[in-house]
């Protein structure tokens, strides 16, 4: 179990289809998501206010149709999300949110996550939008009455099932050259575990460890697995291994599992996940009762990402309303609704 790190959040800003239906088109207009439109004079102000980051628009290879299309998507999902949360009377709060990206950073540096996202080509308030969408998720799940996965019991059960597989051991290893050696270091290590690193000091090797490593028991494989998970603390064994010249030496100094308090962030976090694929659904569902267009000058909608469109690049506008960069096989415009 693994609490989502920066990477997921930068990584969910592209996480949630969305349909494509109807056919309503202006040239104001670059989407339409249900009543609400995304107008290009708000696209073009959103692509321009990124770009002002110099980060971002290194990123962007300085905006272009490619990343027109990028902020495209983004302004939709905003959309979508925000009539799923009406829809459902749910919200998030900054505060919530603020705790969120505290609790999924694990003590990383939060401006060490925006400078990620700008390289690339999303902005700090992207960011931002991506977590609290996920929340949502959560929000909606909650509201559809998934919410009891996250029930103290619930967190409970979870735990006791998980706990075996929780278990740590403080592992360390080395080579020795024959079994009389082995042996011997296998008793200096059991009368005395804190001399291992002394002990493997003198047996140094690319299979050995200079020091005992904390390791998950349950992701323990290969010759060694049974020993390490049958031996009892400040004990060792001995074992051969195919390729390795020699005997090993293996020592368990501590096996520990952590509380269910110590386990809770993770726990909480596997449970929420089933949730949010509940609040996924739910979104899904409003998506389909919203028709969502893309102006076929920006591309279409395919798998929740606006694309290039097959005939060709797409024709972008610009400021007086004409048609700026277009190629040959460009999609001629449409006016007014269709």
Avoid: H, K, W
């Amino acid at each position: 179990m693994r609490i989502r790190r920066p990477a997921a959040l930068v990584l969910g800003l592209v996480a949630v289809a969305v349909p494509v239906a109807g056919c309503r088109t202006s040239p104001s207009v670059a989407a339409y998501v249900g009543d609400e439109q995304v107008t290009v004079a708000e696209l073009r102000s959103a692509v321009d206010d990124r770009l002002a980051d110099p980060a971002i628009a290194e990123a962007a290879g300085g905006g272009g149709a490619d990343y027109t299309r990028q902020v495209l998507t983004l302004l939709v999902r905003e959309r979508v999300y925000a009539a799923a949360a009406e829809q459902y009377d749910v919200e998030v709060t900054d505060t919530e949110l603020g705790a969120f990206i505290t609790q999924a950073l694990g003590g990383q540096d939060e401006e060490s996550l925006y400078a990620q996202a700008a390289g690339q080509g999303y902005s700090r308030e992207d960011v931002r939008e991506s977590a609290r969408q996920q929340l949502l998720r959560r929000e909606l799940g909650q509201a559809t009455g998934e919410g009891d996965a996250l029930s103290e019991a619930a967190l409970r059960a979870r735990y006791e099932e998980a706990r075996a597989g929780l278990e740590q051991a403080e592992v360390g290893y080395f080579v020795v050259p024959d079994q009389a050696a082995a042996d011997a270091a296998v008793a200096e290590l059991t009368a005395a575990p804190a001399s291992y690193p002394a002990v493997a000091a003198r047996f140094p090797g690319q299979n050995s460890l200079p020091q005992v490593e904390s390791t998950p028991v349950s992701e323990v494989s290969g010759p060694l697995a049974q020993g390490i998970t049958a031996a009892a603390p400040g004990t060792g064994f001995t074992t051969t291994v195919p390729g390795v010249d020699g005997v090993v030496v293996v020592f368990v100094a501590t096996r520990t599992t952590p509380t269910f308090e110590e386990a809770r962030p993770d726990i909480e976090s596997q449970a929420a996940n089933g949730v949010e694929e509940a609040g996924a659904a739910v979104v899904g569902e409003v998506q389909d009762e919203l028709s969502v267009t893309v102006n076929p000058r920006y591309g279409t909608l395919e798998d929740d990402v606006v694309q290039e469109a097959d005939g060709g690049v797409v024709q972008l506008l610009d400021e007086a309303g004409t048609e700026a960069g277009t190629e040959a096989g460009a999609p001629a415009p449409a006016t007014g609704e269709g």
